[in-house]
Nanobody
Framework: QVLLVESGGGLVQAGGSLRLSCAAS???????MGWFRQAPGKEREFVAA????????YYADSVKGRFNISRDNAKKTVYLQMNTLKPEDTAVYYC????????????????WGQGTQVTISS
């Protein structure tokens, strides 16, 4: 069984920073790990991913240069450091365990977390 629990969401002003954490249990950390987000009225979209072995990272164009994904295998935790936040980053952010598709990039997801709300005020 795979269990993913996110934390770190909240309300910040535009230009600010937040760090999301995702604690994994079970077999989750044998997968690639990533983050998706879903804004109101929109489809869930890929944000970032990190591979389980080499730690290779992949980002959506909309967050490249502003967000950084990392993982601590000993703690079975993946992080998403979000800087220079914009109102359009407002969404529910979901942790994901699965397989990265580097050429797109995106992930095929085996397990989802419950989500954490991120709200950016202008």
């Amino acid at each position: 069984q795979v269990l993913l629990v996110e934390s770190g969401g909240g309300l910040v002003q535009a230009g600010g920073s937040l760090r999301l954490s995702c604690a994994a249990s079970g077999r989750a950390f044998t997968f690639d790990m990533g983050w998706f987000r879903q804004a109101p009225g929109k489809e869930r979209e890929f944000v970032a991913a990190i591979s389980r072995s080499l730690g290779s990272t992949y980002y959506a164009d909309s967050v490249k240069g502003r967000f950084n994904i990392s993982r601590d295998n000993a703690k079975k935790t993946v992080y998403l450091q979000m800087n220079t936040l914009k109102p359009e980053d407002t969404a529910v952010y979901y942790c994901a365990a699965g397989t990265t598709i580097p050429r797109l990039p995106t992930m095929t997801v085996a397990s989802w977390g419950q989500g954490t709300q991120v709200t950016i005020s202008s």
